[in-house]
């Protein structure tokens, strides 16, 4: 859902920015200073418009799962939260790591 959103936005900031190249195309019709403004413009909009994709992706990936994990003699017990349905959320063991898998591309190595 969140990632749809995010989707949205940037589509619809895309096409934003499509329409004001194309306005200061339309509205400097010659001149070497039209291109130039043109030119930093559309450098720009990219620009931003990556910085901002940056932004979403990472609000997404902000959240913190709490994991704990205890020792009593030879049992090590680790207790964590995951998220997504308990059909997605799965572990392996490779050599001392134990790798968790959730939902929502989760992942987390705990060594």
């Known amino acids: 859902m969140e990632r749809g959103r995010g989707s949205l936005v940037l589509f619809v900031m ?4 499509g329409f004001l190249l194309l306005s200061m195309l ?3 019709q010659r001149g070497l200073l039209g291109l130039i403004l043109t030119a930093i413009l559309a450098v720009l909009g990219f620009y931003w418009f990556k910085e901002i ?4 992706e990472q609000v997404g990936r902000a959240r913190e ?3 704990e ?7 090590i017990s680790l ?4 998220p997504g349905p308990e059909s997605e959320v799965s572990f392996e063991v ?12 989760f992942r987390r ?3």
């Open 53 to 56: 994709r940056k932004a979403l």
């Open 26 to 28: 339309l509205r400097v």
């Open 109 to 111: 190595v705990v060594k």
């Open 65 to 67: 799962y709490p994991l």
């Open 94 to 105: 490779k050599g001392n790591k134990l790798l968790l898998r959730g939902g929502m591309g």
């Open 69 to 75: 994990v205890s020792e009593e003699d030879d049992m």
């Open 14 to 17: 895309l096409i934003l920015l």
């Open 79 to 82: 207790t964590a939260q995951v």
